[in-house]
């Protein structure tokens, strides 16, 4: 049989590799030939802003072990955010052919980063020789595999440990991985496809192209109203969302992309009916890759605290991030953004349904996000 390169970071054992299909080299005579020397698995199922922002670990683990072979086990709905990363080599869904893995393969590395039974059972089941983040034990029980976990563990226990933490989740995660004072940016490739994609929306709405907006002195501010089910109380109000988007257009040189998913579609309705002409909808049916890519047309990103926040730092965007019932301590915006949180003496609760009047969200004013927005679009 010929020699295979069993070792190879390429290799890929059910179809042909890359560099195969590409140029139809065989591995006794590949000048792509990639030796791996370890194997790390990442444990991180959801949800999809967390899976994005924990790729902050990935500069540091390659430059720390440049020869590491990467897979990472996460939720079906989240593997997209893992596509076209270049330094992640296998991406495996949750479900039979993780646990599969799991039952087969050893690795020098298990980092899992999830605290969750759910994924501390597959931290639990893992074959590796060092082990960081989170475990379970046979009565049920999640346990810290290291010292250096221990604090994300009780903060996930404790809302006023969660409440008084001032340290990023950058931080926190790197240094649960061994990785502190290593790079930690979120990385967020698009593929030429994607960009394609929003460069063709760009034209049906008349944005002209990035390099020429500072000649036209156009600026493009995006206004992303989503949170997610689990969050209702992230959402900046309707009525805000409105009146931010009728003071921008009122600066004659602004355009407003408006950004959701499915569960926004009626929210949406609702600031495109109050918010009068001018305002440009994205649409709340487009895949996660090309809601993502429509972000990368903004120069600046108004988002609550969610998705479309790391999103927009994957991709080198400015941001205005809005907290209310979450940790804005806890966000890193890499100097490219500011951070507004409420006043209100019981923000960062962490309640998913309050009946405070006016919510701790509504204190955020429009004009204080508008006068964030115009200072980042100056610099």
């Given at each position: 049989?010929?020699?295979?390169?069993?070792?190879c970071?390429?290799?890929?054992?059910?179809?042909?590799?890359?560099?195969?299909?590409?140029?139809?080299?065989?591995c006794?005579?590949c000048?792509?030939y990639?030796?791996?020397?370890r194997?790390?698995?990442?444990?991180?199922l959801?949800?999809l802003?967390?899976?994005?922002?924990?790729?902050c670990?990935?500069?540091?683990l390659?430059k720390?072990?440049?020869?590491?072979?990467?897979?990472?086990?996460?939720?079906?709905?989240?593997a997209p955010?893992?596509l076209?990363?270049?330094?992640?080599d296998?991406?495996?869904p949750?479900?039979?052919?993780?646990?599969?893995?799991?039952?087969?393969e050893e690795f020098d590395?298990?980092?899992?980063?999830?605290a969750?039974?759910r994924?501390a059972a597959?931290?639990?089941?893992?074959?590796?020789?060092s082990k960081?983040?989170?475990g379970?034990?046979?009565?049920?029980?999640?346990?810290?595999?290291?010292?250096?976990a221990?604090?994300?563990?009780?903060?996930?226990?404790f809302?006023?440990?969660?409440?008084?933490n001032r340290?990023?989740y950058?931080?926190?995660?790197?240094?649960?991985?061994?990785?502190s004072?290593?790079p930690q940016?979120?990385?967020?490739?698009?593929?030429e496809g994607?960009?394609?994609f929003?460069?063709?929306f760009?034209?049906?709405?008349?944005l002209?192209?990035?390099?020429?907006?500072?000649r036209?002195g156009?600026?493009?501010?995006?206004?992303?109203t989503g949170?997610?089910a689990?969050?209702?109380?992230?959402q900046?109000p309707v009525?805000?969302c409105?009146?931010f988007?009728?003071?921008?257009?009122?600066?004659g040189?602004?355009?407003?992309l408006?950004f959701?998913?499915?569960?926004?579609r009626?929210?949406n309705r609702?600031?495109l009916a109050?918010?009068?002409e001018?305002l440009i909808?994205t649409?709340?049916g487009?895949?996660?890759r090309?809601?993502m890519?429509?972000?990368?047309?903004c120069d600046v990103l108004?988002?609550?605290?969610?998705?479309?926040?790391?999103?927009?730092?994957?991709l080198?965007?400015k941001v205005v991030?809005?907290f209310g019932?979450?940790?804005?301590?806890?966000?890193d915006?890499y100097?490219?953004?500011?951070?507004?949180?409420?006043?209100?003496?019981?923000a960062c609760?962490?309640?998913r349904?309050?009946e405070r009047?006016?919510?701790?969200?509504?204190?955020i004013?429009?004009a204080e996000v508008?006068?964030?927005?115009l200072?980042?679009?100056?610099?």
């Amino acid at each position: 049989m010929e020699a295979i390169k069993s070792d190879c970071r390429h290799m890929r054992w059910d179809r042909p590799c890359d560099p195969h299909k590409r140029e139809g080299v065989h591995c006794d005579r590949c000048p792509h030939y990639a030796p791996v020397d370890r194997r790390t698995l990442v444990i991180k199922l959801d949800a999809l802003g967390d899976v994005l922002r924990t790729t902050c670990i990935l500069p540091g683990l390659k430059k720390a072990f440049p020869k590491t072979q990467v897979t990472w086990i996460t939720m079906p709905a989240a593997a997209p955010l893992l596509l076209n990363n270049p330094h992640v080599d296998r991406v495996v869904p949750y479900g039979p052919e993780a646990l599969a893995l799991l039952a087969v393969e050893e690795f020098d590395d298990v980092l899992c980063l999830d605290a969750a039974p759910r994924s501390a059972a597959l931290g639990g089941r893992a074959k590796g020789k060092s082990k960081r983040g989170f475990g379970l034990e046979k009565r049920g029980r999640v346990f810290p595999f290291n010292r250096e976990a221990e604090e994300w563990f009780l903060m996930g226990l404790f809302d006023d440990i969660k409440r008084r933490n001032r340290r990023t989740y950058q931080d926190i995660v790197m240094e649960i991985c061994g990785l502190s004072g290593q790079p930690q940016e979120i990385v967020l490739r698009l593929t030429e496809g994607e960009r394609a994609f929003a460069r063709r929306f760009a034209e049906r709405a008349g944005l002209p192209a990035e390099r020429e907006r500072a000649r036209n002195g156009v600026r493009v501010i995006g206004l992303n109203t989503g949170s997610g089910a689990r969050w209702p109380m992230k959402q900046w109000p309707v009525g805000h969302c409105a009146e931010f988007v009728r003071a921008c257009l009122g600066k004659g040189d602004c355009r407003i992309l408006l950004f959701g998913g499915e569960e926004e579609r009626a929210r949406n309705r609702e600031i495109l009916a109050a918010a009068g002409e001018g305002l440009i909808d994205t649409g709340c049916g487009n895949s996660l890759r090309e809601f993502m890519a429509l972000i990368g047309l903004c120069d600046v990103l108004v988002t609550g605290d969610t998705l479309g926040l790391h999103a927009a730092l994957g991709l080198g965007r400015k941001v205005v991030a809005l907290f209310g019932p979450t940790s804005a301590a806890e966000i890193d915006v890499y100097g490219r953004g500011i951070k507004i949180a409420s006043r209100s003496a019981c923000a960062c609760c962490y309640l998913r349904e309050c009946e405070r009047s006016p919510s701790c969200m509504e204190e955020i004013k429009p004009a204080e996000v508008l006068a964030a927005a115009l200072k980042l679009l100056a610099k």
